[in-house]
Structures are given as C-alpha cells and as structure tokens.
C-alpha cells in the first residue's frame, strides 16, 4: 500500500464544475505539496502545505493534519486546467537529517467545454 | 530565462551504453533534485544535493551516479543502461530544504524523456 494515496484515479468534468481532488497519507509528515502535470509532461509546483488553507487563483489547498489529509479545490473548472494532479508529503528520511518526498500516483483531471 | 532546463530533452540509446543528463537551475536556489517518472505515472525522488552537499539518496542502482559541479548545476551519469531505466527524468530545485526552515515550492524542469533499446 503507498502511503499516499489519492483520489478519484480519474475526474472528468463539465466546464464551470467545482472540482476536489484527495489526498490521504499514513504517515507524520512535515510538508505536502500539490504539483501539476500537462499532457506535455511539464510538471509544475502548485503549492506547498504544512497546515491550514491556500489560495492560489482559482485553486484553494487544505490540509488537516490530525486526519492526514489534503485536498485540492478548483473553482469554476476550465478545458485548461486538464492536467494529472499530483500529492507529494515529504517524510524525514530514517538515519538523521535527511528528508524524503513521497508521491501519490496522481489524478488525471479532464474538463470538458 | 527558463528557470530550470534540462539537457538533452529526448535520450534514445542502446543498452550498456553511458549517458549523462544535465540540468542546470538559474533561480540562485541552494537545493536541486532528481525524480524518475515510470511507465506507471509514480514520481519517485532519486537524489537531492544542497550547496554541492548530497542530501538524499535514495535506493537507485549504483550506476546511477549525480554530480553537482555547483548549486547551479545537477547532473546525473547513468552507466551500463537497462531497458528498466527507460523512463521520464525530471530536475528540479527549491530554495533551502528543510534544516528549520520550510520549502516553499519546488521548480521542475522539462524533464528528460529516456528510451534504451
């Protein structure tokens, strides 16, 4: 089992639609972070989380750190923002200092106009 | 102006053959990263290196090999390459990692599409 865990595997909407996307993790972590992949294959950092809310846009962030949990909202949903949608935490890596990021498999978002 | 680029953007080679990929990161940031993107979407990190200092390493064969002539620059030497290496591989970099302070995004590059034959 990864021990980040995403969902829904696949999301199409209709233009305008508000759309969540989930993140769950089974592990204390100290940061997560929410990227986006365009069929192109560029992945871009949308934000990084260690508590509360963010808004970027038409994008907004939560997490809940007692439940372990992440979500990404996007409001008024556009044909461009198809794209995967990817959950990273980033764990302390065992032996000292070192950190380490773990992924979710990503959520393939597809807008239709 | 691109703020993180990689080199080449396309890799085809034959198995056993040495490859390198470079990277380099015009942002001023002291942290720079590998990620190896599978067949199966996973992104899984490989190496990270702060100020020329190897931070992390995860478990990734020996024959993959990272050099940090500077912060600006990360590159990876593959040797030996295998079928299973064929993959996606993407740098990025941040501005610090961790040691107290948080990070507050990670800029990825185009990524390094990598097919051996």
């Known amino acids: 089992k990864n021990e980040v865990e995403q969902s829904p595997q696949n999301l199409t909407a209709q233009e305008g639609e508000f759309i969540t996307i989930n993140c769950s993790y089974s592990?204390?972590?100290?940061?997560l972070h929410w990227l986006q992949q365009h069929p192109g294959g560029g992945i871009v950092s949308l934000f990084m989380?260690?508590?509360g809310k963010k808004k970027h846009g038409r994008l907004i962030a939560t997490i809940n750190i007692q439940e372990k949990h992440s979500s990404l909202h996007i409001t008024a949903s556009h044909p461009r923002d198809s794209a995967v949608y990817i959950c990273?935490?980033?764990?302390?890596?065992?032996?000292?200092?070192?950190?380490?990021?773990?992924f979710g498999k990503g959520t393939l978002l597809t807008v239709n106009p | 102006d691109t703020a993180v680029s990689q080199t080449p953007k396309y890799l085809v080679t034959q198995m056993g053959n040495d490859k390198s990929i470079k990277c380099e990161q015009n942002?001023?940031?002291?942290?720079m990263y590998w990620y190896k993107q599978d067949s199966k979407k996973f992104l899984k990190i490989m190496f990270s290196?702060?100020?020329?200092?190897?931070?992390i390493n995860e478990t990734v064969p020996n024959r993959f090999s990272p050099k940090s002539p500077d912060k600006a620059h990360l590159n990876l030497h593959i040797n030996s390459l295998e079928l299973g290496d064929s993959a996606v591989y993407f740098c990025?970099?941040?501005?610090?990692f961790g040691r107290g302070r948080w990070v507050e995004t990670q800029y990825f590059g185009p990524g390094t599409r990598l097919l051996v034959l």
């Open positions: 990025a970099s941040s501005q610090d």
């Open positions: 592990v204390g972590i100290s940061a």
């Open positions: 989380l260690s508590s």
């Open positions: 990273a935490v980033r764990t302390r890596a065992s032996g000292g200092s070192n950190y380490k990021l773990t």
């Open positions: 942002l001023g940031h002291d942290t």
């Open positions: 290196y702060n100020n020329k200092e190897l931070i």
